[in-house]
């Protein structure tokens, strides 16, 4: 017993059991919080322990979302995809082509001469291309002529197709306003497209 003990009187003895008996009631209700986590804690452990056996919740055994659901492994990530088909086959020739054209090899590595009358086909591949777009001016003549009987004098009537006016058909129109509202270009610079055209 400490000797600090003997020498205390009713008052500070009074006001060391006080202190004593608040943190007492500290201690109790440490206790009791600490007491409260360790049942929290075991009903944690009890309900991982009952969810061991158990398979993983899922899309599809659950209401989870699609989403969540875990994607499939790759077996081959580092795999780069080829492109589709079977490698090694080309496209099929065209059965009529329109133009044929035979290149025959002119001269040996040794730089002999080779005739092309012994020359065998090595190898055919097809090389399809658009015609070139060319404008076709079409010159419409109206004719005239005396009527014997009367003497008045008939003009031929211009075609439906082509009525005078606009040289421009309905192909070209069709064209610039294509160029000028999806292209953007400019009306003033289909002056250049046409001369570029017609060359």
């Known amino acids: 017993m400490p000797p600090e003990i003997d020498s205390l009187n009713a008052d500070s003895l009074k006001g060391l059991v006080l202190s004593l008996l608040a943190k007492i009631d500290d201690l109790v209700e440490q206790n009791k919080t600490l007491l409260a986590r360790i049942d929290e804690l075991l ?25 969540s659901g875990q994607k499939a492994n790759v077996a081959n990530a580092t795999t780069k995809k080829g492109r589709k088909g079977h490698p090694g086959i080309t496209r099929e020739l065209c059965a009529n082509p329109d133009v044929t054209r035979d290149v025959h090899v002119e ?24 015609p070139p777009i060319k404008p076709v001016t079409m010159r419409i003549n109206l004719h005239r002529a005396n009527c014997p009987c009367c003497g008045k004098t008939t003009t031929a009537e211009p075609p ?31 002056p250049r497209c046409w001369k570029a055209c017609s060359a």
């Not at 197709?161 to 009306?187: E, K």
Request: aromatic share 6%; proline share 12%; with cysteine.
């Open 43 to 67: 009903a944690r452990i009890a309900e991982l322990e009952g969810r061991a056996g158990k398979p993983p919740k899922t899309p599809t055994n659950s209401s989870l979302p699609p989403s």
């Open 160 to 190: 439906a197709d082509m009525p005078p006016g606009s040289p421009f058909g309905p192909g070209i129109v069709a064209l610039v306003t294509y160029l000028h509202g999806c292209q953007m270009v400019s009306y003033r610079a289909w």
């Open 107 to 130: 001269r040996c590595a040794c730089g002999a001469k080779l005739p092309s009358a012994d020359q065998a086909l090595a190898r055919a591949y097809d090389h399809v291309e658009l």
